[in-house]
């Protein structure tokens, strides 16, 4: 048994407790707390050896807490370990205020933090942790977080009035963040891939929305409103969704601007996707006779033909009759909406692009066509 004593921080009660239970029966000595300022004066009052620390914090500043440990004699040279469910800029972030590392993600989660902890305070070799099902979420913590999401879905429905303003209202922007980042944080946990994977893109978008409120659009709107759809759909329907898989997607962009293909090719990316590229209808249709695709996102404005009149086209191909369409448009008005729905298309998707919205929207139109909701 490890006589060495965590400093674990997270704002979500479940995730808390799930980390608390793994971590005692690693021989950790654990201290939960919810917000940054009761954790500094228990780092005081306790002198942990290491901090575990979730990068996203409604309370306070995750970094300044991060300084402040620095800055105190007594604890500087602890480790600080980040959990990996935030977004590259936060935990680069944080790397600078002086955290030492940012846990890597992995399937068997928990065993990677109670193996990064070991690893940085000298203790057992790395692998120990994940060699064995004692760090796995039994089926009761399923249980538990499952029966979380009706209230967490509600409590992101609750904050979209605010963010609908113009300017957005920055408290409701940063509330929606938080759940949707405690709810990433929890549904990471069990065994439907797609909840996890659009819950956690969701996330991603809105970390980005609260660094840059100015891209909040009606096109980013409508994807926040549909996100929050799809995570009640899908956590309702749990069975169904276990089966999904986004892997081997397969994507088609057509646009003639190569700057547009490149930047949604690199947006699939942040979701594992994987695109390839049209620059005409012409050769779009060349590349999607007798071949199968998940998805298909459309520019509107082509010099050869409108993005509407080629997915009219699409749809006269029998294997496309379902295809997902998602349209890529600058002209979001109502005409242009109408337009997108009588011609066959799905969805639509404004520009300027927003990278994180493009591979959310990605996600969430593969899972429905790999679900049959198309």
Not at 52 to 61: C, F, H, P, R
């Amino acid at each position: 048994m490890s006589s060495k004593r965590i400093l674990f921080i997270h704002e979500d009660r479940i995730v808390s407790n799930l980390y608390r239970e793994k971590l005692e029966g690693s021989g950790f000595a654990v201290d939960v707390c919810k917000t940054v300022d009761y954790a500094l004066r228990i780092a005081d009052l306790k002198r942990p050896d290491a901090a575990i620390i979730d990068l996203v914090n409604s309370s306070g500043d995750a970094n300044a807490f991060i300084g402040s440990i620095r800055a105190n004699a007594a604890l500087a040279s602890i480790p600080i370990l980040a959990l990996p469910n935030c977004s590259a800029n936060v935990c680069a972030s944080a790397i600078q205020a002086g955290v030492t590392a940012v846990i890597p993600k992995g399937p068997r989660q928990i065993g990677i933090v109670i193996d990064s902890a070991k690893t940085a305070l000298g203790l057992e070799g790395l692998g120990h942790a994940l060699r064995t099902n004692l760090f796995d979420p039994d089926e009761e913590w399923h249980a538990t977080i499952a029966s979380s999401i009706v209230e967490s879905v509600n409590q992101m429905r609750h904050c979209l009035p605010g963010i609908a303003t113009h300017p957005p209202d920055p408290s409701a922007l940063q509330a929606l963040w938080a759940n949707a980042h405690a709810f990433a944080s929890r549904v990471a946990f069990l065994p439907e891939a797609a909840l996890g994977q659009v819950a956690g893109a969701f996330e991603v978008l809105l970390s980005d929305l609260n660094l840059i409120p100015d891209e909040i659009n009606p096109s980013t709107l409508r994807t926040i409103g549909q996100a929050i759809d799809f995570i009640g759909m899908l956590g309702s329907k749990p069975a169904d969704s276990t089966t999904a898989d986004s892997r081997n997607a397969k994507i088609l962009v057509v646009d003639d601007e190569e700057s547009a293909r490149q930047f949604i090719s690199e947006a699939m990316k942040l979701s594992g996707l994987t695109a390839d590229t049209a620059e005409s209808p012409s050769v779009a249709m060349k590349k999607l006779g007798g071949r199968l695709v998940d998805l298909i996102f459309l520019d509107v404005g082509m010099p050869e033909m409108s993005g509407f009149e080629l997915c009219q086209k699409i749809r006269t191909l029998p294997e496309h009759q379902k295809t997902p369409i998602v349209f890529l448009t600058g002209m979001a008005t109502f005409q242009n909406k109408a337009q997108a729905s009588l011609s066959g298309g799905n969805d639509f998707v404004g520009k300027p692009f927003n990278l994180a919205e493009l591979a959310l929207k990605a996600l969430m139109w593969v899972f429905r066509g790999r679900m049959g909701m198309v």
